[in-house]
């Protein structure tokens, strides 16, 4: 995290700032709303003029116009007078309460009443939003309601953090890209497609680099187009095998590698390096590492490049549904499903098969269960501690509708 540094920051339209950072505090221009106005459609007067009314001997007010929404307020409010008012229209000077129409009685082109509270529904200037006021905080990731307040100031564009510009490159003699004809014993190239939305999903810019043969050459060149970019990421290539060039090309290339190998399983063959401060990550080949890798290393980075100020997954406390051995030596992360009991605990199962070629284990999860360094595993019942990867799917229990009382019909085919 001390090795990657925030990207520069760019002005963009509304349209485009959902889920971008904010680079700068916003502040606001304008007093929203502008002027005192009414929140209901009815009838505006003031309160003053109804004291000693009652039912038996009301006030009858006469009715002088009608202020709709957009018009001026006009004529301050006479003795005894009031005006039909629409919502959102500006409340006429000495009126200090509306009636709504629904609670009205009109006799005549008079509003018979009796003794009004001041200050009902009337919306006053300001309430919202104060002119110069900051409304939005640096690091805020900006969701809808914040684009609302800004559009409410009539402002179009907002100054965000760049997204990162992701390189991701596949390596193997034996991965090929999808639409070739693999060989005998060949395999599709799934990295680089799952990295690819990984990268999406952060709000970064990812681009495919292809694979890389299991040539020093080849691999070279890849990588030094790779590292036009803001962050290169590569899989594979990165093992202790005869044809594994990664490490090797990284630091011909000038490439600072500062770890290449991680106490944790799976995933121990990792290389994190920098050049001219471009992270560089070599993330393992094997399927669910590499995912695995870029949830735990790369996701948190990029982060920290655009700006955010929460970097990492929720992390929760679940109870273990079953029995799990480990050696002590490495960190595991196993992949779990987490659900939440009705009684409001969470408790989570592995998702079968942890082997580290076994892409399933990563796609039912919805959470990764941390086994520390020198932990011999867990017994059912035990706590553990787990990374939250889809939290929504965490909350929703098992099988658990969020309104357990409400039949929704099926939709029509
Ligand atoms: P390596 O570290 O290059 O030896 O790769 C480890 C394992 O991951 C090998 O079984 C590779 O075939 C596999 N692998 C490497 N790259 C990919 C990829 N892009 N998609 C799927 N599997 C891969
Ligand atoms: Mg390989």
């Known amino acids: 995290m001390e090795n990657v540094r925030l990207l520069g920051t760019e002005k963009v339209f509304l349209s485009e700032a959902s889920g971008r950072v904010l680079s700068e505090p916003f502040f606001a221009r304008r007093d929203v709303p502008p002027l005192d106005n009414s929140a209901m459609d009815g009838f505006a007067l003031n309160s003053g003029d109804t004291s000693g009314a009652s039912e038996k001997s009301p006030a009858a007010l006469r009715i002088v116009r009608t202020i709709g929404a957009g018009d001026r307020a006009g004529q301050p409010l006479g003795n005894r007078e009031a005006v039909r008012i629409m919502t959102g229209a500006p409340v006429p000077d000495g009126a200090d309460t509306v009636i ?8 005549d082109g008079f509003l018979i009443c009796g003794s009004i509270r001041k200050g009902n529904h009337i919306r006053l200037a300001g309430e919202d939003i104060r002119s110069g006021e900051e409304i939005l905080p640096t690091g805020r990731v900006l969701r809808a309601a914040d684009v609302g307040l ?40 799934s990295n680089s497609h799952a990295l690819f939305c990984l990268v999406r999903e952060c709000g970064g810019v990812a681009r495919h680099l292809g694979i890389a043969r299991d040539d020093p050459r080849d691999v070279a060149e890849k990588v030094e187009e790779g590292l036009l970019s803001d962050v290169l990421i590569t899989s594979g290539g990165v093992s202790m095998g005869d044809f594994d060039y990664l490490k090797g090309v990284f630091s011909e290339l000038g490439v600072n590698i500062l770890f290449q190998e991680v106490a944790q399983k799976p995933g121990k063959p990792m290389v994190f390096g920098v050049r001219d ?137």
């Open 100 to 107: 709504p129409v629904e609670d009205a009685v009109v006799e």
């Open 150 to 189: 800004v559009a409410s100031q009539g402002i179009s564009q907002v100054r965000v953090r760049m997204r990162a510009g992701v390189a991701i490159l596949g390596t193997g003699d034996e991965v090929v890209s999808l639409g070739e004809n693999p060989g005998e014993g060949q395999i599709y190239g």
């Open 277 to 413: 401060g471009k992270p560089v990550f070599g993330l393992p080949g094997n399927p669910v590492s590499a995912t695995l890798g870029f949830e735990l290393y790369v996701r948190p980075a990029l982060f920290r490049m655009m700006g955010h100020e929460r970097l990492f997954r929720p992390l929760i406390t679940a109870v273990l549904d079953e029995d799990i051995r480990k050696k002590p030596g490495r960190r595991n992360f196993l992949r779990g499903v987490v659900h939440r009991r009705e009684d409001g605990e969470f408790h989570v199962a592995t998702t079968g098969d942890q082997g580290s070629g076994i892409l399933r284990s990563m796609s039912r999860a919805n959470g990764i269960i941390i086994l520390p360094e020198q932990s011999e595993g867990g017994k059912a019942g035990d706590e553990v501690e787990v990374y939250l990867i889809d939290s929504e799917d965490a909350l929703y229990g098992e099988g658990e509708h969020p309104e357990p009382k409400a039949q929704s019909p099926k939709p029509k085919e």
